[in-house]
């Protein structure tokens, strides 16, 4: 049975922050009705300034974690809602506990009561520093559920529990992907990832500060890509997890290098210490994703950056 978008009403918790906006774009260019949720502690109204007007788009002031209800059908129930970025985490463990528990909880019961599909966005995080390199969605991954970093980690292994629970027992139909690092317009330049750090170090003029001695992997995609692996997993008829990244494995400082050409600045290079539990490596092993959505990542890495560079010049 094929999910048809045009015709669908979806909540999108975590609407007004960089993934979910963009989120909110494309459904609402397949055809949908959105409603996004969201208490604008990590999101942002800029993000959604430009649907307001819209006739299909309605915005709602809510902590997930409260009782959440929504009147009139939900055919879609999308849980995008949480701080991502450590500076937001380490700053925000406690909320962030919370909206992977109290608010997967809410949000699946939201899909329950309305006979709606769910989706979950997991994360790379739930395989913590990995010692088995590209992730697969079988490993079950190396975290400290006690340090730091353990507030996000923890949160999404849970709320991926608890998603399992609520598809085996009650038969809610879900989909998780596990989202590796993703940049593109609309990531706030102090949120402390590192894309929108160099972008905005080197724009700057300022040396990058990278953490450790840069030999630390990530696998980059950008923003675009990432959403038409939503919309296709929301479409399919699988659960997953699923993991939806790029290809491109860079080390820390290739990522500089790759900042300062997309910036062209002169910027040079600082270091400083790696954060604790911070992964040594990262890239996803896509092969489900290719397989049962014909999926990849297909935005080279210096065009996303150029994008993304362009975007935080324009504002």
Request: glycine letters at 10%; charged letters at 20%.
């Amino acid at each position: 049975m094929t999910f048809d978008l045009a015709s669908a009403r979806v909540v999108v918790t975590g609407g007004a922050g960089f993934l979910g906006s963009h989120l909110c774009d494309a459904l609402l260019a397949e055809g949908a009705e959105v409603v996004c949720v969201d208490n604008l502690l990590t999101g942002s109204p800029d993000n959604i300034a430009h649907l307001a007007q819209h006739d299909r788009f309605r915005f709602v002031d809510q902590d997930v974690t409260r009782h959440l209800a929504v009147d009139g059908p939900v055919d879609a129930v999308l849980h995008f809602a949480s701080p991502a970025s450590p500076i937001d985490y380490l700053e925000l463990p406690i909320q962030t506990l919370k909206v992977g528990s109290l608010g997967t909880h809410n949000t699946l019961g939201l899909a329950k009561e309305k006979g709606a599909r769910f989706m979950l966005a997991s994360t790379s995080e739930v395989y913590g520093d990995p010692k088995v390199h590209p992730q697969p969605e079988t490993y079950w991954g190396n975290v400290n559920p006690i340090g730091p970093r353990g507030v996000y980690d923890e949160a999404k292994r849970f709320a991926e529990a608890l998603a399992f629970a609520y598809h085996r027992t009650h038969g809610v139909p879900i989909r998780v992907p596990r989202i590796f690092n993703t940049f593109g317009p609309r990531m706030r330049m102090d949120d402390g990832r590192a894309v929108p750090t160099f972008i905005r170090q080197a724009m700057a003029g300022e040396p990058l500060t990278v953490h450790g001695d840069g030999t630390q992997t990530r696998s980059l995609c950008y923003v675009d890509d990432l959403i038409a692996g939503f919309l296709a997993l929301l479409r399919a008829e699988m659960t997953g997890p699923v993991n939806l990244g790029g290809s491109d494995e860079v080390t820390m400082l290739e990522l500089t290098d790759a900042v300062i050409a997309a910036v062209g600045s002169g910027s040079t290079v600082t270091f400083a210490p790696r954060p604790v539990d911070d992964p040594q490596v990262r890239r996803p092993d896509t092969t489900i994703a290719e397989r049962e959505l014909g999926w990849s990542a297909a935005v080279p890495l210096a065009e996303g950056l150029a994008r993304t560079v362009a975007w935080y010049r324009s504002r």
